[in-house]
C-alpha cells in the first residue's frame, strides 16, 4: 500500500510520510448516530470513528484510550481546560515532552482556531512506535482536545491513512460536519484564488465558482479514504466502512460545494413549485453528464471535478445531487448496491412514485445515469432494498 505523502506541505522540516491517529469515546450519541461523542460535553463534540475501535481504558472522565482491531494502532484522548495552556501549540508541547519522545511540530488554524499537530517517534510501551498527534479547540465548551495516536515503526507506511482519516473525522461543533477536516486542511490550506465555472442547467446559465485547489484537495482525499475502506475487504464490518467511505468525502465535499450550491438554488428555485421540482432539474441535469468510469483504483470522480465537465459515474452523481439537495435543506441520501455495482439518490417528497423507507422515512429513488427518468423510478431488476446500503448524511 502507497504510503501518505504530505511533502508538499511545508512542515517546518516536520515532512513525514506517516500519519497515525486516534480518538476517544464515551458512549455519548449525538444528533448523528454513526458519530462517537464525548459525555459531559457539548453534543456536536465528536468523530466518525472508522470501524473496529475498541474502548481499551477510561478510568479518567477526561483520559481514553482506544484499540484498532483492524491495524495495530492504539490511541490517547486527552481532554484539558483551555485556561490550562496559553494554546493548543503549548497544550501539545506539553504532551509530547511528557511523553519522552523525539518530535517537531507545526500550528496552523483550522475552522478559526488555533490548532497544532507533531509528528514523533521514540520508545511507547516498550515499542519502537511512531506518531501523530494533534490538538484543536473545543470552542463551546472552553477546552482543548489532544488526540495522540501510534503503532509499530515498521507498520507506520501501511497504517498512515486510517490514521489520517481518523483525525480528520474530528468534528468540535455543529458547523464542523460539514467542514474540511482537520489535516486535509492543513495539508490543502484555503485558497483565495477562485476557479470560474459556467454550469447549464435545465437551459439556464449558472455562473459560479471552485477554489484552485478543491480538485487536487478532493481526489487526495478520496484516494486516502478508499485505501482505509481496502483495509475492511475481508471484514464483517465492511457495509459500515462502505458508509463511513462516502460520507467522509460528502463532508469534504460539502465544503468545497457551498457557493456552486448556493448559486444553483439562486438560479432554478424562483420558477419551481416546490422542491420535487428542483430535486427534478438537478436529477436531469446530472443524466446529461459524460458517463465515464474513473480510471484507477477508488472509482469515484471527485465532486470538484464533475462540476468543471470530467467524466463520472453512478456514485459520484448521486451523491453530487444528494449533497446539493441537502444543501437547500432538503431530505436527501444515497443509496450504494454492492450486488448490483450501482448507486441511485434518495430524496424525500409528497410526490408519487417508487422509494426506499428508511428510519420511517420514505425516499424516492433517483437515477443519474439513464436520461428522462423521473423521481421515484427504478429497475425492476434492482427493486429488493434488502441489495442495497443506505448512506445517511449529516
Not at 44 to 62: A, M, T
Not at 230 to 238: K, N
Request: proline share 4%; hydrophobic share 40%.
Amino acid at each position: 500500500m502507497t504510503s501518505i505523502n504530505f511533502s508538499k506541505v511545508s512542515f517546518r522540516g516536520l515532512l513525514a510520510p506517516f500519519f497515525l491517529f486516534f480518538l476517544a469515546l464515551c458512549l455519548s450519541t449525538p444528533a448523528f448516530a454513526t458519530y462517537t461523542g464525548f459525555e459531559g460535553y457539548d453534543e456536536n463534540v465528536s468523530i466518525d470513528l472508522p470501524e473496529g475501535f475498541e474502548l481499551v481504558d477510561s478510568s479518567d472522565n477526561n483520559i481514553f484510550i482506544l484499540q484498532s482491531s483492524i491495524v495495530p494502532v492504539k490511541a490517547l484522548i486527552r481532554i484539558y481546560t483551555r485556561e490550562r495552556f496559553a494554546d493548543t501549540g503549548s497544550a501539545l508541547l506539553n504532551v509530547m515532552n511528557s511523553l519522552k519522545v523525539d518530535y517537531e511540530q507545526d500550528n496552523f488554524t483550522w475552522r478559526g482556531y488555533d490548532s497544532s499537530l507533531a509528528v514523533f517517534d521514540g520508545n511507547l510501551e516498550g515499542v519502537n512506535s511512531y506518531g501523530f498527534a494533534t490538538c484543536t479547540v473545543l470552542p463551546d465548551d472552553d477546552s482543548v482536545i489532544v488526540l495522540i495516536t501510534w503503532c509499530p515503526y515498521e507498520q507506520a507506511p501501511d497504517c498512515t491513512p486510517f490514521m489520517v482519516s481518523f483525525h480528520d473525522s474530528l468534528c468540535i461543533d455543529n458547523g464542523s460536519f460539514y467542514e474540511t477536516g482537520l489535516l486535509t486542511r492543513y495539508a490543502f490550506p484555503l485558497s483565495h484564488v477562485k476557479q470560474d465555472v459556467l454550469l447549464e442547467i435545465d437551459g439556464k446559465a449558472v455562473a459560479t465558482e471552485l477554489k484552485d485547489n478543491d480538485v487536487e484537495a478532493s481526489e487526495y482525499l478520496i484516494k486516502r479514504e478508499y485505501m482505509v475502506l481496502e483495509l475492511y475487504a475481508q471484514s464483517p464490518l465492511w457495509q459500515k466502512a462502505w458508509q463511513r467511505f462516502y460520507r467522509m468525502i460528502y463532508r469534504d465535499s460539502f465544503d468545497r460545494l457551498k457557493k456552486p450550491a448556493f448559486d444553483i438554488c439562486n438560479a432554478l428555485a424562483p420558477e419551481c413549485e416546490d422542491a420535487t421540482e428542483i430535486a427534478q432539474k438537478l436529477l436531469t441535469w446530472v443524466q446529461g453528464f459524460k458517463y465515464e468510469r474513473k480510471q484507477d483504483s477508488t472509482d469515484f470522480t471527485s465532486l470538484p471535478a464533475v462540476l468543471l465537465g470530467n467524466g463520472s459515474d453512478c456514485d459520484s452523481r448521486s451523491l453530487l445531487v444528494a449533497l446539493l439537495l441537502r444543501s437547500m435543506n432538503e431530505d436527501a441520501i444515497m443509496f450504494v448496491s454492492a450486488v448490483y455495482s450501482h448507486a441511485v439518490a434518495g430524496f424525500v417528497s409528497t410526490h408519487p412514485g417508487f422509494g426506499f423507507t428508511v428510519d420511517g422515512k420514505t425516499y424516492l429513488t433517483g437515477e443519474t445515469t439513464v436520461q428522462g427518468l423521473t423521481w421515484g423510478k427504478i429497475a425492476q431488476e434492482q427493486a429488493d432494498q434488502n441489495a442495497w446500503i443506505e448512506v445517511l448524511l449529516p
